[in-house]
């Protein structure tokens, strides 16, 4: 890809800005070695504007500059072509409220939609370049270096994981040196990009924080997080050894599993998130507008614990009526599943009637379930003033048990008693012939880990390690997935202006 410098200033934090995709850039302002920075608060303040990219809304104009469509999705957006949102919409746990979709039913092509509204991220790899190349030249405190350092490494890991993971290896500025060098470049080896994503994670894990859920320095990058992305990174390419690795240093940790299922998403600084995108009224989270119908008022047959009634209802404002949970995906659910307890069957519409799945009129209940598992106080789920789990411990145990089980080729006593620790907070048993064979045992860690984590933003990842994303779709019907769906489209510009450089995704053709 070109890379070109741009530098655009913020009221709060200061962000550098590199691009890697068109040649229109525009540039706000100018920094130099002389004014900019020059304090470690300089310095932060720029490592702290790039957290920005990581919240649960929908795109702004921060995320670039009109040129370049004026429009971004953040990393947890939960918008259709965020990352978080195109790891459940295309996927069996999640629909759009119709009857067809393009998203959910991979009918999507090179003009589906914009997708340099999400393939922008990749300027944030640049952007990290130049941060690393400015605090590793500062004069300050040992200490304070290696922190800051780590954080900006590990953001470039992330930055770098979810370009990879959307539109697979493409070319990024690492090295400061050739930040100038404006030029479009081929696309590199995936073995190549991989290791680079692994070293930004690695060179991260030593120096970052412990722990962030129990100080204050609450919604930093913390060794967990950076562990759990290298444990995903090698599970997904089927080294469950070096995954074990990272997973094992997790559980080392400290975290615990809460004995309520809801506690974690009701309490953001739970003992069991590894990680969350902090709640707070500068960066709402905007899960209920898309999961509450614009005529629901309130739901019903949730957990009675964190319900508003403490009799299974709760509620909810009118929001923008967008996603749910197919019922198919929600018959998966035993009744006595605890975990249950953040969907709803039935609700109460404007019209004052009560709607439920045998009887929905007209109501979403026609294509699915609603997802509530966020119970916060309704005040604050009008202002989306509300947390986003990223990594729980849950996923360490689940994670665990897989990978014991794949290094084994055996559902082995220690993988079972891992399972058995998710399970039994649910509130159900593990069925005798799901540990008959490995192949029954590593199809039921699938299908639990889809219950345990429902509208967290896994399964897409889940179905893509199992080799199942693609024949998943097609078994529910939608016979429009392709291999090549498992990854979006270079955007049509970047391909036509480097004359063919850049090549596009297999499958798709400009």
Same mark, same amino acid.
């Given at each position: 890809m070109k890379k070109i410098i741009t530098h655009v200033f913020a009221v709060i934090a200061i962000a550098i800005g590199v691009s890697s995709c068109n040649l229109e850039e525009v540039v706000y302002s100018s920094m130099t070695d002389n004014n900019f920075p020059q304090s470690v608060a300089d310095a932060q303040s720029m490592l702290d504007g790039m957290y920005g990219y990581v919240k649960t809304n929908s795109g702004s104009v921060s995320m670039s500059n009109t040129a370049n469509t004026g429009w971004g999705w953040p990393i947890w957006s939960i918008g259709e072509i965020g990352w978080y949102g195109w790891n459940m919409l295309t996927t069996d746990e999640c629909k759009r409220f119709s009857a067809t979709h393009r998203i959910n039913d991979f009918e999507w092509g090179l003009t589906t939609s914009d997708w340099m509204q999400t393939f922008q991220i990749v300027k944030n790899v640049s952007r990290m370049t130049v941060i690393i190349d400015i605090i590793e030249k500062m004069e300050i405190n040992d200490a304070k270096k290696k922190t800051m350092l780590s954080e900006a490494y590990c953001l470039r890991g992330l930055f770098e994981y979810v370009i990879w993971d959307l539109f697979g290896p493409v070319h990024v500025t690492r090295n400061p040196a050739e930040i100038d060098d404006i030029k479009y470049e081929a696309r590199p080896k995936e073995e190549d990009y991989l290791s680079w994503m692994i070293e930004d994670f690695e060179t991260a894990l030593p120096n970052l924080y412990d722990k962030t859920n129990d100080n204050a320095n609450w919604g930093r990058f913390n060794k967990?997080?950076?562990?759990?992305?290298?444990?995903?990174?090698?599970?997904?390419?089927?080294?469950?050894?070096?995954?074990?690795?990272?997973?094992?240093?997790?559980?080392?940790?400290?975290?615990?599993?809460?004995?309520?299922?809801?506690?974690?998403? !009701?309490?953001?600084?739970?003992? /069991?998130?590894?990680?969350? $995108?902090?709640?707070? *009224? =500068?960066?709402?989270?905007?899960?209920?507008?898309?999961?509450?119908p614009g005529n629901c008022t309130k739901v019903f047959n949730v957990n009675k614990k964190h319900s508003s009634d403490g009799q299974g209802g709760y509620d909810v404002n009118k929001y923008w009526n967008c996603i749910c949970m197919p019922w198919e995906f929600y018959d998966k659910f035993e009744d006595k599943d605890i975990r249950k307890g953040g969907i709803s069957d039935s609700y109460l519409h404007t019209d004052g009637n009560i709607y439920t799945r045998e009887n929905p009129g007209t109501s979403s209940l026609q294509y699915g379930a609603i997802v509530v598992k966020y119970m916060y106080p309704v005040e604050r789920t009008r202002s989306g003033?509300?947390?986003?789990?990223?990594?729980?411990?849950?996923? !360490?145990?689940?994670?665990?048990? /897989?990978?014991?089980?794949? $290094?084994?080729?055996? *559902? =082995?006593?220690k993988a079972i008693a891992y399972l058995k620790e998710v399970t039994d907070r649910a509130g159900i048993e593990i069925p005798a012939n799901a540990t008959s064979s490995i192949d029954a045992f590593l199809e039921y860690i699938l299908e639990e880990r889809g219950r345990e984590f429902y509208f967290e933003g896994w399964r897409r990842d889940d179905l893509l390690r199992y080799g199942q994303y693609i024949s998943n779709a097609q078994a529910r019907g939608k016979t429009s997935a392709k291999e090549y769906h498992k990854r979006m489209p270079i955007p049509v510009s970047v391909v036509n202006e480097s004359n063919g450089v850049v090549a596009q995704n297999p499958g798709y053709s400009n």
């Open positions: 967990g997080f950076a562990a759990m992305f290298l444990s995903k990174i090698y599970m997904r390419q089927h080294n469950w050894n070096k995954a074990k690795e990272y997973l094992d240093k997790v559980k080392g940790y400290g975290y615990e599993l809460e004995d309520d299922y809801f506690e974690p998403f !009701v309490n953001e600084r739970s003992k /069991e998130n590894i990680y969350c $995108i902090p709640s707070g *009224p =500068t960066a709402d989270n905007e899960f209920f507008f898309y999961t509450i003033n509300i947390h986003s789990c990223c990594f729980r411990y849950a996923d !360490v145990l689940l994670s665990l048990a /897989e990978v014991e089980a794949r $290094i084994a080729n055996a *559902p =082995t006593e």
